[in-house]
């Protein structure tokens, strides 16, 4: 399999420095350009600040990019013809010499492939809520790679309108450890609380570094997700949030959207519903999640 480093993530790797990962659909299909690449940007200098490089990953005219130079990134957030990519999407992608995005599942498969430990997102996909009124049966591929790929993922929880418990318990069959940052609850992205308690927490960066570093040492097959809430002083009420979500889902269901088009389309829902206050949520989990996978990858070493 025939990856593309940029000079930047090259010499880092060469020189044996801490790497993050980053996805792209969150740049494609997360925010407007060119919102986007400001916060792609913002992301990359927060995770220099710590002392480590990133590494966004996609597929750039049918190769696997990681590390961005700057006219890649432009045409990724700029362009309306970039595909939205899990594992099962990237031969289709390669073989026609396209431009994809990578999601958590994708982006985590060639982190591991580059030897890249760490990967700092937003949120996950998750178990979406197949009762009425929901999005009927949809279980993302992020959980299945999450099984099966040894990365540890930074993320903000995963958002409310899927179904939490049933993807909590999804993460336990498939078991990956779910390690909450400071906390002792699930995250649900905009919001610090869930109401569901982690099996793990790790009071500061030290004892987080520990647990993962047991992981990476044992060989599990497993990644690990790491639970960093959204700052306080950005967190959103579940209530508030309830009522944006519920107005987004059913405008998306009268809309017929379906399967992999439905989290951008919500996401696009609810910052137009919000008057942009959910997007500047995200940017700011964003960069919390960026700050927290440098420092972890500089403690992994
Ligand atoms: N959740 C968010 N923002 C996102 C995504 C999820 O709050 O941008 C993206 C991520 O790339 C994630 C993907 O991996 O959506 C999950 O999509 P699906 O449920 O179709 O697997
Ligand atoms: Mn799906």
Redo the contacts with the bound molecule.
Sequence with gaps: MKIEYSSKVKAAMDNGKPVVAL????IS??FPYPENIALANEMEAVIEAEGAVPATIAIIDGVIKCGLEEAELKKLASSGDVM?C?VRDLPLVISEGKTG???????SFIAAKAGIKVFA??????V?RAEEGGNGF?I???LLELSRTPVAVVAAG??SILDLPATMEVLESYSVPVIGYETDEFPA?HCRTSGLKLPASAGDMDALGKMVAAHFDMELPSGLLVCNPIPHENAMSEEEVEGLIKAAQEEAINAGVK??????YI?GALNRLSGGKTSEV?HALALNNGKVAAKLAAILG
Excluded: R, W, Y
């Design positions: 996805e792209s659909t969150i299909h997360g939205k899990s995005a990578t999601t958590v599942a994708s982006t997102t937003g949120g996950i996909g998750g979406h949809d993302s591929a992020d995963a958002k992205f399967g992999a088009a439905m989290t951008p996401l995200n």
